[in-house]
């Protein structure tokens, strides 16, 4: 494998880890969003960056198949410069401020100007466009295509394949060629399968993670990557679908989740991709060029045989048309005689089909109340359980009851409640910071006290002992103290007198009397006004130094976190986060029961205006029969001429499939001369570079600029920068 090969696969690599993520429409046909040719750059855009941005999420709400039932825009337009007006622009109808109360008004061309006032805007809407990537699901039972309705409660070896189909491109010129080359969006599918239904599973182009009650399965693609590098499958295969298989008891299946997004190649930069040998490129795009001419006239060759095999079967065709046409200009005269009874039969669906239509009224009111009910108990049902929600409608129940099970995620509560127990603990700060600053105060006046202390006994205990050695050398030798210490520096003091004194000083010193005498004289100025007055004052000085305050606010930071500590510990918030699951799980249940009566009741709706639709159609059909019956008069005529002109036609059929055999014989000599040419010719300079890298690098890059010009999907202004994703959610799979 090249090193240019590496590298792509190391970026495919890196778009796995990086790929880390609920809404849904029908995805309407439509044109390509393709753009004029541009030329491949060489490095990246050096763009300012925009002083106003729009991050958009688009949610696909879907069947169990893939097929898009809704599809629903959310845009947050980022206001970073405060500006009092913002000019955006969106092809979005029914649009919804969802976080405040600015308003908007649209002028032409899409352009939306919002009343900002400084702040940012957050809003949604819908809109019919087709999708940039288009999913399906399909299925198979025992090998066997099945449908999801039919593969409920089945048993067997089961296999769900997600297709994606990528129809974003941008046409690039690539070495003076026009290639499509389409934004590159990773597909992230994920689901969660029970261990119970699901055995065995496996997965392509993914990963599967098990506890023993469920297997999460998670699966990446990369559709139109392939085509953008231009590698070949067996060099690099890059995964444009994931697969599923597994065992399966009594099918169920769950919703599934799929993230579309193309920021993987926006974080890449161009100018990075190192370049080859521009010899090596020539000769690599011209192998690509060859071989793809001569697939071309190989083609051309197949299809004009089949087109003369074919030839016959036409002049066969056309001379079964003359006979037809006989048939139909003697048909033309029974068609004028059926027109009366089809006249008649018209008036009577018209007047059964308004009879139908009358009731539509009743009808949508009586499935408007049922929903309503339905509303109004879960409303009820949900207040009850603590959990305060608005009063649930048609239009709001869908976002008000994800932002319920948003906020019932283990994470959120956790994080709640940790915010609530800090703050409460922070109301006691003072008195923590109070009762820490005493204790700390306390510690210190004791380490100053014994400092007083030691100083104080040391003074005493010199002054009395000055008493004791006076009084034992004047009874010891009938000298004073003055006399005997001029007496012992004139060296006339015997050295067994000096020590005989000495030890007697240390044994009076030892004595139950002198030490009393000590400890009275030290406690006496311990007690002391003038001694208190100055610990306290020495307390004080040491209070204010920097490393007591720091000592205070380390103790301080201690008590408080260990109370937050206890709290989260206590019964009460490990309760709140286990019910925090229960209850996201109970709304999920309720919102999927909500979603399955809105589609009966959406339907139903449709049903009635077809009703209505058809009705008024009966009536336009009642009154053309009479149009009808005067025209196959003119029918009749025509088909006459249609008969004569075929003849013509039949007669010419001979000339047709000469020419086709002409064709073909010239096709045949241009397959085998560019073949020659080829093996001959090309080939053998060719078998000298080994692998298109030049050709790669610069699809890479135009892959990676395609990208970075991807911002949106609703619109979005000249002055903005944008990133935009897609989920896709699919519907579960249930027995009935």
């Known amino acids: 494998m090249n090193k240019l090969s590496v590298k792509v696969t190391s970026i495919c690599l890196c778009a796995a880890i990086m790929l880390g993520g609920a809404g849904a429409a029908y995805a309407l046909t439509g044109e390509k969003n393709e753009v004029p040719a541009k030329a491949v750059t060489t490095s990246m855009k050096a763009e300012e960056e925009k002083e106003v941005s729009k991050d958009e999420t688009v949610y696909v709400l879907a069947g169990a198949d893939g097929s898009v039932q809704k599809v629903i825009v959310s845009d947050w337009i980022k206001n970073a410069l405060k500006e009092d007006s913002i000019a955006d622009k969106s092809a979005l ?160 299946f769950g919703m599934t989740v799929t993230i579309a997004t193309n920021e993987i190649f926006n974080k890449l930069d161009a100018a990075k991709v190192d370049s080859v040998d521009g010899l090596t490129a020539s000769l690599d795009e011209l192998t690509d060029g060859m071989q793809q001419l001569m697939d071309g006239s190989s083609a051309l060759y197949d299809g004009l045989c089949t087109l003369l095999d074919k030839s016959g079967v036409l002049v066969d065709g056309i001379e079964k048309l003359a006979d037809g046409a006989r048939v139909l200009k003697d ?108 204790a700390v105060r306390e510690q210190v006046e004791a380490q100053v006290a014994a400092t007083v202390n030691k100083q104080i006994t040391t003074s005493v205990t010199d002054a009395i002992k000055e008493q004791v050695s006076a009084q034992v050398i004047e009874a010891a030798t009938g000298m004073t103290q003055a006399d005997y210490e001029a007496a012992l520096a004139a060296g006339r003091i015997p050295e067994g007198q000096q020590s005989a004194v000495a030890a007697a000083i240390e044994e009076q010193m030892a004595t139950d009397q002198v030490q009393a005498l000590i400890e009275a004289n030290i406690a006496a100025q311990m007690d002391s006004d003038e001694i208190k007055a100055a610990i306290d004052v020495n307390t004080d000085t040491q209070m204010q130094s920097e490393a007591v305050k720091q000592t205070i606010a380390e103790n301080v930071e201690l008590q408080m976190n260990q109370a937050i500590s206890e709290n989260m510990a206590s019964d009460a918030v490990q309760a709140q986060l ?40 009966a009536a336009t059909l009642s009154s053309g029969t009479s149009d009808l019956k005067s025209g196959t008069a003119q029918l009749k005529a025509g088909a006459s001429s249609l008969y004569d002109g075929i003849l013509q036609l039949k007669n010419g059929t001979p000339a047709l499939a000469d020419g086709v055999t002409q064709l073909k014989d010239g096709a045949m000599q241009l397959s085998d001369g560019l073949k020659q040419f080829n093996e001959e010719g090309i080939q053998k300079i060719i078998d000298l570079v080994d692998g298109d890298l030049e050709g790669v690098i610069a699809r890479v890059r135009a892959t990676i600029d395609v990208s970075k010009d991807y911002q949106n999907f609703s619109g979005i202004s000249d002055n903005m920068d944008g990133q935009v994703k897609f989920i896709y959610r699919t519907d579960e799979i249930k027995m009935k």
């Open 93 to 252: 109808s029914d649009i919804e401020n969802v976080k405040g109360n600015e308003t908007y008004t649209m002028n032409d061309g899409n352009m939306t100007v919002w009343d900002a006032e400084g702040n940012d805007i957050y809003y949604q809407g819908n809109i019919e466009k087709e999708l940039p990537v288009a999913m399906s699901v399909s299925y198979k039972l025992d090998g066997k295509p099945i449908s999801a309705d039919e593969l409920a409660g089945k048993s067997g070896k089961v296999s769900i394949r997600f297709d994606y189909e990528n129809s974003q491109y941008e046409t690039v010129n690539i070495d003076g060629k026009n290639e499509k080359i389409y934004v590159p969006f990773g597909m992230l599918t994920g689901m969660l399968l029970d261990s119970d239904t699901f055995r065995n599973v496996e997965v392509s182009n993914g990963k599967l993670l098990n506890d023993g009650d469920h297997t999460a399965v998670v699966g990446i693609a990369f559709p139109g990557l392939q085509e953008n590098l231009g590698i070949d499958k067996d060099k690099i295969e890059i995964p444009d679908y994931v697969e599923i298989t597994a065992d399966v008891t009594d099918f169920e």
């Open 331 to 438: 048909g033309a005269v029974s068609l004028d005689e059926g027109t009366a009874q089809l006249q008649k039969g018209a008036a009577d669906l018209s007047s059964g089909l308004n009879t139908l239509a009358s009731n539509n009224a009743s009808l949508n009111g009586g499935a408007k109340q049922v929903f309503d009910t339905l509303l109004s108990t879960a409303t009820a049902q949900i207040n009850a359980a603590g959990i305060s929600v608005p009063t649930l409608t048609i239009e709001n129940y869908a976002d008000t009851l994800n932002s319920v099970i948003a906020s019932l995620d283990e994470t959120a509560v956790y994080n709640q409640a940790l915010a609530q127990v800090t703050a409460a603990v922070e109301e006691n700060r003072p008195l923590i910071e109070q009762k820490v600053t005493a």
């Open 578 to 617: 286990s019910a925090a699951s229960e209850g996201a799980k109970s709304i999920i249940s309720l919102k999927s029961s909500l979603d399955s009566y809105n589609s009966f009741y959406l339907g139903l709706l449709t049903y009635t205006n077809g009703v209505a639709s058809a009705a008024n159609g």
